[in-house]
């Protein structure tokens, strides 16, 4: 049985950290994107889970790392995710959606 990210120590979720970077490595040398890519999103969920939600705060905007042409504004936080609404320019998105808090950059303020 695999535990859950929520279950891990902080520890534990590093050395997951570490194992999902080299399997990405492996999948990139094979040329199978799509496995990077999945790889990358379950780095991202355990990254979220080392990181504190008290550091970002609602209505803030962030960058979104990997993303140049958009930021995002925090409605609410739940967990290790944060609600919102992605923007370009003066553009508000009218979806809203959820994004670990691992995938956030610096403030725009």
Do not use: C
């Not at 040329?31 to 999103?41: C, H, P, T, V």
């Amino acid at each position: 049985m695999q535990l859950r990210y929520s279950d891990l120590t902080v520890e534990q979720l590093k050395n997951e950290m570490r194992q999902l970077k080299i399997q990405q490595q492996k999948a990139e040398q094979m040329g199978n994107f799509s496995e990077y890519q999945i790889l990358e999103r379950k780095r991202q969920m355990a990254k979220a889970y080392t990181m504190n939600p008290d550091d970002f705060k609602p209505g803030v905007t962030y960058e979104i790392k990997g993303d140049k042409s958009h930021v995002f504004t925090i409605d609410y936080l739940n967990g290790v995710f944060a609600w919102g609404h992605r923007r370009r320019g003066s553009e508000k998105g009218e979806d809203l959606e959820a994004l670990p808090i691992s995938v956030l950059g610096r403030s725009t303020m």
